[in-house]
């Protein structure tokens, strides 16, 4: 039973930071990819950032470039999200996702967490 639990949104002036955290259970990461996607009402859900375990490569929207690091620890079962210069455009519901397919324009993946939200103002 695959489980991807996410946390660490909240509300935060425009150019501070959060760190957002998926605790992944249920799943064999290895060599696979793991990410964040985020969405507002009304808009379809976008993939954010994503990286490949074991070390490998990482991507990420471009609008989130130079501001958004993800990372994994704790042998991979922890997926983390800094997010730093933060702009209202950035509010939205962020997900957690496992079995991230980053190509193209549009990102998809096989299991999602319930999400946690971030606002910024």
């Known amino acids: 039973h695959v489980q991807l639990v996410e946390s660490g949104g909240g509300s935060v002036q425009a150019g501070g930071s959060l760190k957002l955290t998926c605790v992944i259970s249920?799943?064999?990461?290895?060599?696979?990819?793991v990410g964040w996607f985020r969405q507002v009402p009304g808009k379809e859900r976008e993939g954010v950032a994503a990286?490949?375990?074991?070390?490998?490569?990482?991507y990420y929207a471009d609008s989130v470039k130079g501001r958004f690091t993800i990372s994994l620890d704790n042998a991979e079962t922890t997926l983390n999200l800094h997010m730093n210069g933060l702009k209202p455009e950035d509010t939205a519901m962020y997900y957690c996702?496992?079995?991230?397919?980053?190509?193209?324009?549009?990102?998809?993946?096989?299991?999602w967490g319930q999400g946690t939200q971030v606002t910024v103002s």
């Open positions: 990286i490949y375990t074991g070390g490998g490569r990482a």
């Open positions: 249920g799943f064999s990461v290895t060599s696979d990819c």
């Open positions: 996702a496992a079995d991230v397919l980053p190509y193209g324009g549009s990102w998809s993946a096989a299991y």
